[in-house]
């Protein structure tokens, strides 16, 4: 019989975050402190920039929260590891310990089709769970779809500032290397690698990165709204060189936009 102990707290706040619910808005951003991002300081600094007001909710040296507002919508961005395993630590503290009730990861990504260009952007429909963190909470055939107005509103808010942008599924994959086509060491790559991308290219999957599975299996699960919009970093089919940063900012204002344009909606339908 397993003992059911609860959630870690430390001084009665969530360990890894340390935020209370009053310090984070309804729609919470999730990036990843990774310098292929292109920033000259912390992830979620960057984006909360961006905010017409924000203010640093707390630090754990784990995760770095900042809230605020933009175009009347109040918006938290927490900067956090890579990675199914560690973003599944973090959002868990937000969905446990907030009313928030959407998610979004902002992030880059590889492209696994020939017509994605480095610089372009995908807003996820869906995602497939090559991840082992999800595999976790359900069996694989379980659904991780993205909220379908988040999509809509992202959709708009991509035609509206004119960035070049692409709808469709994501894979998500615990590999950086071998197992998404990327040769490690010496050029270590098997043929179970290269089958293996060859069938998810075959399938049109768009690309790949390693955080919309379990966010958007967890957002599913536990009837939330999820999404996420992922840059262009390289192509694994064209050969086209990796640039850091690329698309980066439109993938923030995509986010920022589509959830003023998702809470406009929210509100006048409430």
Known sequence: MINKIGPFMIDGLPAFTRITPEQVGPYVIF?????????????????AEHFDTHTLVSDTGMAKTYTGTYKGARITVVSCGSGAPELEIILMDFMTHSNAHTFIRVGGSGAMQEHLSVGDLVIATGAVRDDGTSRSYVPGQFPAIADYELVAAMKKAAEDRGYRHHLGITRSCDSEYAGVGRPARNGYLLQQHEQEFEMWHRAGVLNVEREASILLTLTTLFGLRGGVVNAIGDNFVTGEKFVAGAGFEHAIMTALDGIALLDERLKLKA
Not at 31 to 47: N, S, T
């Open 31 to 47: 990036v990843v402190k990774d310098p292929l991002h292109g920033c000259d300081k912390d992830v979620a600094e960057e984006v």
